[in-house]
């Protein structure tokens, strides 16, 4: 097995650290490195010619900017053949922040518009081994993240949540034990940077992660489906433990799960730091107030304008480094109006503080949205995903 270290001398990304200490990450050399191919308008089109449906702003902006195999699942859906959805979340937090919302919102878009079934994976048992919690605080956080999730509107005829600590047995672990029986020692240590110092509760996790991959892991979903493709959607920074699950897939009879992968939603002080629940002022969460939201934004949102308004007007913003811009290319549905305020603000016309207004607006409205559905959540609904049960028109 070919599994390359993923810390890159002059940034990082892995699971569990996204850094670039010159405030931005180099996708380009990232994919070069990870070894996947990059989303081009050929195949934005041909998602819309498939679905019939318009391309998401993730899409049509390069968010979701790499893929692994996404050409084949797309040849086999063009021939009639459907295929499954798998994300997950690893619920070390009570809130979400608005990067962990960016995979579930495209999820529920692809849902959506393939009309296909989707498996939502709670990773409480990883939270426990990393982080410094308890087994009953992971199952609580578990629960109450699924909340978030279903707020971004799943169809709960097509989905099934469901969390390790519950779920993890029978023809799953059965899986688990095929792919743990093929990744040596030294494999991990190349994908996830594990020493021998580390508990060996990190060396067994990734074949739960690997799991899902594979259609019978769910027999009550995909029973005598085998060859079933998975499509599976998140941030680059999840890409090492699929090219473990894809590098095990054939030697154990099923296909390589097929990857879609997204950018980081960059902290408000840009790429050079990440987004952390132990500093509230390193992002937005969705359980911020709208007052939050904007004080947030205005004190700690990084401009890339100039010092003094005169200069500014001279020589206009850097948009590379700039967060509300950045911010602003996530979640501004308008790309009209998008692009006027990229060039105004390029070209020193705007100002920060006037970016950064319209940027509280868009954040506010988002949050506020997400707020209203989550407070509709309740525990029944919960536990009506995370029923293991058939999904008789999942493909309906
Ligand atoms: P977790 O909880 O760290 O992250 C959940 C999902 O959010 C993505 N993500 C981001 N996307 C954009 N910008 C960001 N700043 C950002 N931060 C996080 C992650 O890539 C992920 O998709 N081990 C996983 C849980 C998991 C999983 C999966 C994720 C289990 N199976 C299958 C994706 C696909 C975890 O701890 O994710």
New binding site residues.
Partial sequence: MEIEEVAAAEQVVT?WE?SAPDGVIDYDKLVDRFGCQLIDAAIVDRIAHLTLCPPHRFLRRGIFFAHRDLNRILDLYEAGEKFYL???????SESL?L??L???MFTKYLQDAFKVPLVI?L?DD??FLWKNLTIAECKRLARENAKDIIACGFDVERTFIFTDLNYVGGAFYENMLEVAKRVTYNNLRGILGITPEDHIGKVSFPPV?AA?SFPSSFPHLFPGNDQLRCL???????DP?FRMTRDVAPKIGFQKPSLIE?????ALQGESTK?SASDPNSAIYVTDSSKQIKAKVNKYAFSGGQASVELHRKLGANLDVDVPIKYLNFFLEDDDELDHIKKEYKEGRMLTGEVKQRLIAVLSELVARHQRARAQVTEEMVDAFMAVRPLPNMFG
């Fill in positions: 699971p996204v798998y994300t997950g979340r690893g619920p070390s922040h990067g962990h960016i995979p579930f994976q990773t990883e939270k992660q899902p599976i959607p998140c941030a680059i920074d999840q433990y997204s950018r980081f939603f960059p987004m």
